[in-house]
């Protein structure tokens, strides 16, 4: 039996107070804080940059997971790592070196992500097992929070983790995780749940005690 890992996502967090939210989530039973980086190209968002990503990095004693949802994405890996990201995951789609980024982020002394659009088929990472830590399948289009979780990924989860066999490879599932999609894609093969607004309805930094109530439900 596998241990599922929570990893709220900050981009439905109170942008004002990073630094708090990551406190609240942690002290409310969070796993990992996973960090959506957006530019506005790769897709119809802006969030922030590594600035912000090392702003925060005080603030949280676990895991830093930061998903780069930017085109292009090599020229800014050392600037995430150095930020102290613990995971640096990069899409799939975002370019056509996808190997070489990889490789770049573990050269950065991270460990690789690779995420996968809803659009984008398992077989994409077929040829890149051996330089990934994580496969973030995306269960929405990414871009925001809040929407709903796409039931045709369940099945690309039991493929990727039949691919991946005994390899020590994380399978992140990242939109629409609440406490009715998560047991399906956990029972896919899914060991860390990224989750925005299912952790952080109800609560806030003067209120945490929902985001633990959440967290528990998923
Ligand atoms: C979507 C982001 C997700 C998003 C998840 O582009 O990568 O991390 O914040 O939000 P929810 O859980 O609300 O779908
Ligand atoms: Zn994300």
Redesign the pocket.
Known sequence: DRAIKIAP?I??ADFANFGQECQAIEAQGADWV?V?V?DGHF?P?ITFGPATCKAIRPHIKGVMDV?L?ISPVDSYIEAFAAAGSDFITAHVEAGPHIHRTLQAIRGAGAKAGLALNPGTPAEAAAMLLDDVDLICV??????????K?IHSQVEKVRTLRAMIGDRPIHIEI?????PVTAPLVAAAGADVL??????FRGGSVSDPAPYGENIRAI
């Not at 990224?194 to 952790?199: D, I």
């Open positions: 996502s981009l439905s996973h959506d957006m897709v968002n998903h949802m995306m269960t929405v289009n990414p871009g925001f929070g809040g929407q979780f990242d939109g629409g995780v609440d990224v989750a925005g607004s299912a952790v």
